[in-house]
């Protein structure tokens, strides 16, 4: 059975760092493009950092460019996004997604 779960989500004040975890089973997690999205109350879902299998290449939404970083462990079937500078903005459920699948999301407020 294919699960993926997200952790490290939190509040967390304007300026601060929080680090996001996405723990898979069920899948060839070596060879999976992982993908973070987010989903802000009121808005689209929106892809957030994506990073391939094989050359562990990693793009980003604009708005997170030189804040977010993607990363990957397939030793331990993970996938992170490290989040520096949070912004009020940065609010929403961060969700792991490969191919189809998708995972329960895990919730970010950024607040003072």
């Known amino acids: 059975q294919v699960h993926l779960v997200e952790s490290g989500g939190g509040l967390v004040q304007p300026g601060g760092s929080l680090r996001l975890s996405c723990t898979t089973s069920?899948?060839?997690?070596?060879?999976?493009?992982m993908a973070w999205y987010r989903q802000a109350p009121g808005k689209e879902r929106e892809l957030v950092a994506i990073?391939?299998?094989?050359?562990?290449?990693?793009n980003y939404a604009d708005s997170v460019k030189g804040r977010f970083t993607i990363s990957r462990n397939n030793a331990k079937n993970t996938v992170y996004l490290q989040m520096n500078s949070l912004k009020p903005e940065d609010t929403a459920v961060y969700l792991c997604?490969?191919?189809?699948?998708w995972g329960q999301g895990t919730q970010v407020t950024v607040s003072s």
């Open positions: 069920g899948i060839v997690f070596s060879l999976a493009t």
């Open positions: 997604n490969t191919a189809r699948l």
């Open positions: 990073i391939s299998s094989i050359d562990v290449s990693a």
